[in-house]
């Protein structure tokens, strides 16, 4: 029961990190109705600058751990989320009324362009960071001597991810830039008809998604103490199963995904293979897609002819 | 919407062009974007010490040189874009360079197969040009088999290598467990992949575009984990070696007394076998140019074709696209196994490392670059791009960045594909004029 509740803690932690990456993608599909495939990519350049700009501070003498990871934390948001408009703005806005294959092929080639362009920028080699949180909580200490620990960087992941779903929900539903989404969500060509800029709207998603895998990327930093230049592919694809898992186009539902996902990955990796954890949350895209299309949170899709 | 683009579109073209002060502009804002993009990932550099410690130096030189290189190229693309024009312009060429221009492209298939056969008699002793050409028509072959996935049934697989790698590891399997030669196990693996393909396509008939090549993607990966962990059959990561080489149709190309070479009177020589492989490799690239070609003027190419067109008109008109489907898996598929089979013959060793989304990625840029459906287009695509690739040999590490911009420029620039790209095979050429009689509005 202790190794449950230990692996239930892990599983949520990593489903945070998921989440934040997957509101990236499902906000990008909902509008525009593409897989912003290089989505994955903007989250592992998010965990270099993170990584970079920590060392930074760290040479320059500040040793207060709060301001710095929130420096760390507006620094690789920002940085970030300027990638995310510059992504936008070269690969995917001259499509946007091209062939329906179009923007994925494209997204595919900016994928590859960000890996390959920080593995000649840092190298190919994994790059550890000393623990920077420390210390944590003993929630229960079993007969056997097993101890259940929550510590302080899981702590941190869990708080920032809900203050961020929160902030998040309250910007699309209550304001301005919002309700644009949503109109340009419902029908691009009627929002512009109505005044809304459609181009900044759609610019505005790519940075606030790019901005979120940024938290993403600095929580994966944290947590692991450790990036690489590809942890963007496989994390991309898992972020992208929750998407889908928890309905697309939904924002709850990409954190309830990203969860779930993190979840079956822990458990699976704790009681069957470490090996097949992968294959496992592959599968499970698979028979979600198949059998559940819309996912948990989802509006079913209308075929228009 | 796209009325709405086309007349902004000409009004950008009526006014005049902008001044140096726009374009200077332009630049400005673009290299300050690249500033702070490449502030901290190019301006810094991390490196782990050799205690362990990640340390970090500066490179502000080559910050300050990406930065004007952003600079000064916006500034070129800006002019280039004036001197070409908006988008869309129509160019007239002359009608005597047209009928030029396509006495060629009727010429070029035949030259190019010519010119194929006779590689191996022009450069018998070129080891390298000969390997780079089964190197080539591998891919063309590969090219091909998607071809009829993604050019003609307008299905996007990005999980093509899982069908290259059920071929190549059934061969090297079955020929090294069961000592099966290869010319019974070709087959097998074009059967063996088919089936993978008609396993895949299966579930995934009912979904569209995007959601198809994500799942496809999820297989491909799926594959390649299951054959680097499933040590007891594959070998994991250490992959398959001492596989059989390919005999001349059970006579083996060695330099023994029952070798071709002692049987037809002449000297052994290594550069026979690989003479052999570049026909072996060009006949079965040659049959899957040849199957696609018949299949596509049979029904069910029809039916490929009308499904990538409109999939709800297809519906409409009564054609079971679920079979379409699976057919266009399957063939693809197999061909894909194919090739895979003789790639596993041709290296001798192989290992999940050769069969990565990269790959993949390759065959679907060749496809794409080939413009979708061209036969001839994918041939050239290859060529293009392996030769390129070989040509910048020294600059290995900019590899797949270059190949990334190439596929972001190319969907911008000509998303139909560089070289050619296919119109459907039937369609009405002129619309004729019917009496009112047989039509209520008049015209049909």
Known sequence: MDYFAQQLINGLVLGSIYGLIAIGYTMVYGIVGMINFAHGDIFMIGGFIALISFLILVSFGLTFVPVILLIVLLVAMLITALYGWTVERIAYRPLRHSFRLAPMLSAIGMSFVLTNYSQIAQGARVKPVPPIITGGYTLHEGVDGFVVRLSNVQIIVVITTIVLLALFTWLVARTRLGRDMRACEQDQTMASLLGVDVDRTISMTFVIGAALAAVAGMMYLLYYGQVDFFMGFVAGIKAFTAAVLGGIGSLPGAMLGGLLIGLIETLWSAYFSVEYKDVAAFSILIVVLIFMPTGLLGRPEVEKV | ?444
């Open chain 2, 1 to 444: 919407m796209a009325g709405v683009s086309a007349s902004a579109r000409g009004s950008s073209a009526a006014s005049p062009a902008p001044g140096a002060a726009f374009i200077f502009k332009k630049a400005l804002i673009s290299a300050l974007v690249a500033l702070v993009l490449f502030s901290l990932m190019i301006g810094v550099r991390t490196e782990a010490g050799s205690d362990g410690q990640l340390t970090y130096m500066t490179r502000f030189g080559d910050l300050a040189a990406m930065v004007a290189t952003v600079f000064g190229g916006s500034i070129v693309v800006e002019l280039l874009r004036q001197w070409w024009g908006p988008v869309g312009t129509i160019r007239i060429v002359p009608p005597s360079v047209q009928s030029g221009l396509a006495l060629a492209r009727r010429g070029i298939a035949p030259v190019l197969l010519v010119f194929t056969f006779l590689v191996p008699v022009i450069f018998y002793n070129e080891r390298y040009i000969l390997d780079l050409g089964i190197l080539v028509l591998t891919y063309v072959m590969l090219g091909w088999g998607l071809n009829v996935v993604v050019g003609l049934a307008g299905l996007l697989d990005l999980g093509y290598v899982a069908f290259y790698a059920v071929g190549a590891y059934s061969y090297a399997l079955l020929a090294t467990n069961f000592g099966f030669s290869f010319w019974i196990c070709l087959p097998l693996a074009g059967i063996l992949a088919a089936f993978c393909g008609v396993l895949l396509g299966f579930p995934v008939l009912r979904l569209r575009g995007d959601y198809l090549a994500i799942v496809t993607l999820a297989f491909g990966e799926i594959i390649r984990l299951v054959i680097i962990n499933w040590q007891s059959l594959t070998g994991g990561p250490n992959g398959v070696t001492g596989i059989p080489r390919p005999s001349f149709f059970g006579i083996p190309l060695t330099p023994g007394d029952d070798g071709l070479a002692a049987r037809l009177g002449i000297e052994f020589s290594t550069t026979h076998r690989i003479v052999f492989l570049f026909y072996l490799i060009l006949a079965l690239a040659l049959l899957t140019n040849w199957v696609t070609i018949r299949l596509r003027r049979l029904p069910i190419g029809r039916a490929w074709e009308a499904l990538r067109e409109d999939e709800v008109a297809c519906r409409a008109l009564g054609i079971n696209t679920t079979t379409t489907k699976l057919t266009a898996f399957a063939t693809g598929a197999m061909f894909g196994g194919l090739a895979g089979a003789f790639f596993a013959t041709r290296q001798g060793f192989i290992s999940p490392e050769s069969f990565t989304f990269h790959e993949s990625a390759l065959v679907l840029a060749i496809v794409v670059l080939g413009g979708m459906g061209s036969q001839l287009g994918v041939a050239l695509a290859a060529l293009v791009m392996i030769g390129g690739f070989e040509l910048f040999r020294g600059l290995e590490q900019f590899r797949m960045l270059v190949f990334g911009l190439a596929m972001v420029l190319l969907m911008i620039w000509r998303p139909r594909g560089l070289i050619g790209h296919r119109a459907p095979t039937v369609f009405l050429h002129h619309s004729q004029a019917i009496s009112s009689d047989l039509v209520k509005e008049g015209h049909g």
